[in-house]
């Protein structure tokens, strides 16, 4: 039982992926993608692990200073007071940005270390298990650099593949990227095809002008429209466009998701237990959401969101999966790959004492890696 099991500590290690070519939305310009790994252990030498962007933020600095050594010396079960009592120690930090993100990845671990304590799945330990759940494919990766003949390819091996949702991140300009969603529509025309403008809008004008561009497309939603707290302009298009808006990937804080809600801005809530509180605190938010007849979708990270997620029940929402390789999530493309049924849903992941393995440490050890404490050592 993890009853008289204490928490030893708390340990983080980054890994940086170098991508195959760069990722271009305007001024957000990537060439890698950076993840933390995180890693709890207890008094007995159990340990638990959770992994996540950092989105260039300080996130080992931050556990190191102002997380870590409010949970060494802990109680095990006690794992939920000790995030708040952590979370209200530094409100100023913790309660979003890279403060909430590294939070939510050392909640992540404590959870995954919790389930291995007791030899449970994460599923089983959240009181469920895991069943079959919609799968979206990200497509169009690099969105600077791939082709029609090359996104063709990828529809077309997704849909031998038995896969019917597809998303595709906003590319170089509105007319290509609607060129590109038309394509999608045409290869297939009773897909759900959603697109992601990365925030690249500034201006309701600018995004009704593109959605203007794909209006006989059936565009199942715009997501990330503009940059998070541009709630005016969020508003503003709501009321002019019928294309649902999806909006809350990677934002979190104090006033998430309740000013998405109260202002009506948003027909999709989205959100990323790695990075907006974890279990512990995204919990009741989605089933209470959930229970209200909100649409919810989570962000990428299939290998938490989906045992998680089913585990409380909320089966029909869709988890994202991106094309192996193209640059989207190289992290998870290392670990184990989906399945797809007849229906386009995907099958339940292998379950294991907790997540189940998150460390592929062969491929983590031809990344660039910063481990101070030898944690991805193998």
């Keep these: 039982m993890s009853r008289s099991k204490t928490?030893?500590?708390?340990?983080?290690?980054?890994?940086?992926?170098?991508?195959?070519?760069?990722?271009?939305?305007?001024?957000?310009?990537?060439?890698h993608r950076e993840y933390a790994v995180v890693q709890v252990s207890c008094n007995d030498g159990m340990k638990g692990q959770s992994f996540g962007l950092t989105r260039d933020g300080a996130i080992l600095e931050q556990i190191e200073k102002s997380i870590a050594n409010k949970y060494v010396g802990t109680q095990l079960d006690a794992r939920e007071e000790t995030y708040w009592q952590t979370k209200r120690s530094n409100l100023s930090t913790h309660s979003n940005g890279v403060g909430l993100r590294s939070l939510s990845l050392v909640d992540l671990a404590i959870w995954d270390l919790a389930a291995k304590s007791e030899d449970k799945s994460i599923s089983e330990l959240l009181g469920g298990n895991c069943k079959p759940m919609p799968a979206t494919a990200i497509v169009g990766y690099p969105p600077s650099e791939i082709t029609i003949q090359d996104l063709d390819e990828q529809i077309r091996l997704l849909l031998a593949a038995n896969w019917k949702r597809f998303k595709l991140p906003y590319s170089i300009t509105p007319e290509v990227t609607a060129e590109k969603l038309a394509r999608i529509r045409k290869l297939a025309p009773d897909a759900w095809v959603g697109c992601d403008a990365a925030w690249r809008f500034s201006k309701s004008e600018d995004a009704l002008e593109f959605l203007a561009l794909v209006e006989n497309l059936n565009l199942s939603w715009l997501e990330d429209v503009f940059a998070p707290g541009e709630i005016t302009e969020l508003v503003k298009l709501k009321s002019l466009t019928n294309i649902p808006i999806a909006m809350g990937d990677e934002q979190g804080g104090s006033y998430f998701p309740q000013a998405l809600i109260s202002s009506a801005a948003s027909d999709v809530i989205r959100f990323d237990l790695t990075c907006m509180g974890g279990i512990t605190e995204m919990r009741d938010p989605i089933n209470?959401?959930?229970?209200?007849?909100?649409?919810?979708?989570?962000?990428?990270?299939?290998?938490?969101?989906?045992?998680?997620?089913?585990?409380?029940?909320?089966t029909d929402l869709p988890i994202e999966w991106g094309v192996p390789w193209t640059g989207v999530d190289p992290y998870s493309d290392s670990l184990i790959a989906p399945v797809i049924d007849a229906d386009g849903r995907m099958l339940p992941l292998p379950q294991g004492p907790g997540f189940n393995e998150l460390l592929n440490r062969q491929w983590i050890s031809q990344q660039e890696i910063h481990d101070p404490h030898g944690i991805l050592a193998w």
């Excluded at 928490?7 to 060439?31: H, N, Q």
């Design 288 to 314: 209470q959401l959930a229970s209200e007849g909100k649409q919810l979708s989570p962000h990428m990270f299939a290998h938490v969101h989906s045992q998680v997620l089913s585990a409380l029940g909320h």
């Design 7 to 31: 928490v030893k500590s708390v340990e983080v290690a980054l890994v940086r992926a170098i991508l195959p070519k760069p990722i271009d939305f305007g001024a957000w310009k990537m060439t």
